[in-house]
T-cell receptor
Framework: NAGVTQTPKFRILKIGQSMTLQCTQD?????MYWYRQDPGMGLKLIYY???????DKGEVPNGYNVSRSTTEDFPLRLELAAPSQTSVYFC????????????FGDGTRLSIL | AQKITQTQPGMFVQEKEAVTLDCTYDTSDQSYGLFWYKQPSSGEMIFLIYQGSYDEQNATEGRYSLNFQKARKSANLVISASQLGDSAMYFC???????????????FGKGTKLSVKP
């Protein structure tokens, strides 16, 4: 029962470095999402995808890029890491129907120093 | 404009008692969904309960129930018989309908930290 798997769980980056956060799901969900959670706050949507080859911006997309080449995978790319990107990142997936919950991965805790 | 408001940053409840976590929302749509998630200190997001705007009855899932008052735009989470393991952050979220560019994305409140006292 893997569900949504995120790697890595923790990472420290230097300012200006780049990295990719990996996300894969085995529930055959078409919808996938990336969120960030800053301390004491709720989750904010970075990017989402409604199917392979289709992605769109969420509320806070600046500094990030995504791709969706398969149903299972939805990696998030950070280019030129900045301290403001220090956060916990969550990947989620869901079915299309509005009453279906989003299933979350365990998160990636990212620090930019 | 803030769409989900959780006015209680922190709450305390005695073990075995019931507690209500408040959530109000703002939308002009008639069709929407409301979700509650639990985030324990370990960090994962756990889905608890769902309420659709057209659902005539309040949703229930075990010890969780949702006090849905549509006219007041409130969707309060009620936890009965609190347990120590209920200590966590609780997030209310709203999903707007799939049209235009929204694609039914979730909008989260800032959360309420619940502490259960033995």
């Amino acid at each position: 029962n893997a569900g949504v798997t995120q790697t890595p769980k923790f990472r420290i980056l230097k300012i200006g470095q780049s990295m990719t956060l990996q996300c894969t799901q085995d529930m055959n969900h078409n919808y996938m999402y990336w969120y960030r959670q800053d301390p004491g706050m709720g989750l904010k949507l970075i990017y989402y995808s409604v199917g392979a080859g289709i992605t769109d911006k969420g509320e806070v997309p600046n500094g990030y890029n995504v791709s969706r080449s398969t149903t299972e995978d939805f990696p998030l790319r950070l280019e030129l890491a900045a301290p403001s990107q220090t956060s916990v990142y969550f990947c989620a997936s869901s079915y299309e129907r509005a009453n279906q919950p989003q299933h979350f991965g365990d998160g990636t805790r990212l620090s930019i120093l | 404009a803030q769409k989900i408001t959780q006015t209680q940053p922190g709450m305390f409840v005695q073990e075995k008692e019931a507690v209500t976590l408040d959530c109000t929302y703002d939308t002009s749509d008639q069709s929407y969904g409301l979700f509650w998630y639990k985030q324990p200190s370990s960090g994962e997001m756990i889905f608890l309960i769902y309420q659709g705007s057209y659902d005539e009855q309040n949703a229930t899932e075990g010890r969780y129930s949702l006090n849905f008052q549509k006219a007041r735009k409130s969707a309060n989470l009620v936890i009965s018989a609190s347990q120590l393991g209920d200590s966590a952050m609780y997030f209310c979220a709203m999903r707007e309908p799939n049209y235009g560019g929204s694609q039914g994305n979730l909008i989260f409140g800032k959360g309420t930290k619940l502490s259960v006292k033995p």
